[in-house]
């Protein structure tokens, strides 16, 4: 007699998507990585360095971000259950905060590069404006993708909006406490 075995779970979302959330964990990974082997040959510069940012701006936008995705996460619902317009204005709200977020990176930039510091002032900034830099890109994709998404407002859409917006929000939870907080 020959059982057969239930199929293998499937992600939500489509198979691109997970490959592309995949491989941006892992570029985000080898950056954080190498930002701390780096610090190990100069744990007192790269404090001295981090000293000079914006620690305050930094917990703003962690809330901005993490309320964003909430506001993605409820726009998943609603497409679920059909209502469109519900999950329009989330997906919008979603968005408004990315830009908020976008915003707050770019006083940060503006700040920071008053003050002489650029990727040639010391491997923290390198890595800094790198990692924070590739992060507010990866923002600043997701604002279109919300915009064209919300068009049509299709429940698989908006759930691979979603995905990625929560990739943007986990590589931001892992940035922050390594340039930020890591003393």
Excluded at 103 to 131: C, M, N, Q, V, W
Aim: proline share 6%.
């Amino acid at each position: 007699m020959h059982t057969s075995s239930p199929p293998a779970p499937v992600p939500p979302g489509d198979l691109l998507m997970w490959i592309l959330i995949l491989s941006e964990l892992l570029v985000f990974g080898a950056g954080l990585a190498a930002f701390l082997a780096v610090r190990l040959g100069d744990p007192e510069g790269f404090a001295a360095a981090q000293a000079q940012l914006h620690r305050g701006l930094a917990g703003v936008n962690t809330l901005v971000l993490v309320t964003s995705g909430a506001c993605a996460a409820l726009a998943t619902r609603a497409a679920a259950l059909s209502r469109k317009p519900v999950a329009r204005l989330w997906l919008l709200a979603a968005g408004a905060l990315g830009a908020v977020f976008l915003g707050i990176k770019a006083t940060e930039f503006r700040d920071l590069a008053a003050l002489g510091f650029s990727t040639e002032t010391h491997p923290f900034f390198t890595f800094y404006y790198l990692l924070t830099g590739f992060h507010a890109a990866h923002v600043a994709a997701g604002l279109p993708l919300f915009l064209i998404v919300s068009w049509r407002c299709w429940p698989a859409g908006v759930e691979m909006a979603a995905a990625f917006w929560h990739m943007v929000d986990l590589v931001w939870v892992l940035i922050l406490p390594v340039i930020y907080l890591l003393r």
